[in-house]
C-alpha cells in the first residue's frame, strides 16, 4: 500500500510541482490550500506525512504545526515544513514546534524527495 502525503500550500505552483514530484515517487496526495483547510482534512484522513507551507492565509503553518503537536491523535505524523521563510529564527522556530525537519524554498527536488522518503522510513521503523 502506498504512503499518503498531504501537501499544505496556498501557491498553486508549488503544490503542483510537489504532488507532481510526490505521485512520481510512488507517493498517493491530497492537498490543502490554507491552514485551515489543512486541520480539516487531518481530521477526515490522516495521512502518514504532511509538507507544510508558513506564510498562508486563515491559519499560517506554525499554527498548524503546533496545533498538530498538541493532537494526541497526530502524535507521530512527521512534518516537513517547505518555506521561503529561511532565516535560522524561523527555521528554529519550525522545529521547536514539532516539525521533523524544514526545506526552505527554492528547494532541491531531490533533497524534498530524499527527506520525504527519511521521514517515511524512520517512522515505519518506530512502529
Known amino acids: 500500500m502506498s504512503k499518503k502525503i498531504l501537501i499544505v500550500d496556498d501557491e498553486p505552483n508549488i503544490v503542483f510541482s510537489v504532488e507532481f514530484l510526490m505521485k512520481r515517487s510512488g507517493y498517493e496526495v491530497s492537498t490543502a490550500v490554507d491552514g485551515?483547510?489543512?486541520?480539516?482534512?487531518?481530521?477526515?484522513?490522516?495521512?502518514?506525512?504532511?509538507?507544510?507551507?508558513?506564510?498562508?492565509?486563515?491559519?499560517?503553518?506554525?499554527?498548524?504545526?503546533?496545533?498538530?503537536?498538541?493532537?494526541?491523535?497526530?502524535?507521530?505524523?512527521p512534518i516537513l515544513m517547505l518555506s521561503a521563510k529561511g532565516r535560522d529564527a524561523e527555521i528554529k522556530k519550525g522545529l521547536s514546534l514539532g516539525a521533523d525537519a524544514y526545506i526552505t524554498k527554492p528547494f532541491s527536488t531531490h533533497e524534498l524527495v530524499e527527506k520525504v522518503d527519511q521521514l517515511l522510513k524512520r517512522r515505519s521503523e518506530e512502529e
Do not use: T, W, Y
Request: glycine content about 2%.
Open 36 to 77: 485551515e483547510q489543512a486541520i480539516q482534512s487531518l481530521a477526515e484522513e490522516v495521512p502518514d506525512l504532511m509538507i507544510l507551507d508558513v506564510m498562508m492565509p486563515r491559519k499560517n503553518g506554525f499554527e498548524v504545526c503546533a496545533e498538530v503537536r498538541n493532537d494526541q491523535r497526530f502524535a507521530d505524523l
